[in-house]
């Protein structure tokens, strides 16, 4: 059975993944507006999903111009946790920059999420990372923008992402070259959702380790609202 995944985009603005959801089929629903899908799951009352919050802690900044800010993002993870529980409720750093500020910021919001493990008493947290990766048009939007670039090509270097994913507690990992990759859809989520792993069918990036029943449902292919100057997407 396949997996319904939203991560060409944000469901926030996309919608065409909620019948989906709607029909009972599982999915993992990744978002940089935790509070509006809260909302959403909540109003069509969804069961089996997992949801990915990505909060990088740069929501409002000229990198993420219509992103949340950091405590508003944080309020809609604790009420999804509230909802679905700590193991289908991801905190996803996606993407830091690997900076000396950037890692400052990610190990903040690594923090706050500990934070809220904490007060509701849980011990399993589940993190993933990813590092900002400077493709051709998002360099330009960088330098458009006043910012200066980091000193790397396209993938930070090796010891500079090995170092942080150490030092924020060797989290899952998203699509990293040479650092253990944790797919979107991994073995722990096949669990959670009641489904058997398929091969892998069409084209994935060299280092997804996602399960093969994973299926695209956003329809959209362009620059969401969020105007996030590091999207891969060109237009």
Known sequence: MKIGITERGDPAFDRSWVQW???GKPAIIISKHPLVIYDVLRKI????????????????????????????????????????????????????????????????????????????????????ISFLDLYPHVK?????????????????????????????????????????????ISKIDLELLGIKEETREGKQRPTCACAGNKFELLKSKKHCPSGCLYCYWVG
Not at 53 to 72: R, S, Y
Not at 78 to 97: E, F, Q, T
Request: charged share 30%.
């Open 21 to 23: 959801v709607r029909d």
């Open 45 to 128: 009352d969804a069961v089996n999903v997992i949801v990915h919050c990505t909060i990088t802690g740069m929501g409002g900044t000229v990198l993420e111009p219509n992103v949340p800010q950091i405590k508003e993002a944080i309020e809609g993870y604790h009420k999804l946790i509230k909802n679905y529980g700590s193991s289908r409720v991801v905190l996803r750093i996606d993407p830091i920059v690997p900076t000396k500020k950037g890692e400052a910021i990610a190990l903040d919001v690594l923090k706050m999420g500990n934070i809220l493990r904490e007060m509701r008493k849980q011990d399993y947290m589940r993190v993933r």
């Open 140 to 184: 330009e939007r960088l330098l458009q923008a006043g910012l200066g670039l980091p000193d790397y090509d396209f993938h930070a270097p090796l010891e500079v992402r090995n170092r942080i994913w150490e030092k924020m507690g060797k989290p899952e990992v998203c699509g990293e070259p040479d650092l253990p990759s944790t797919g979107c």
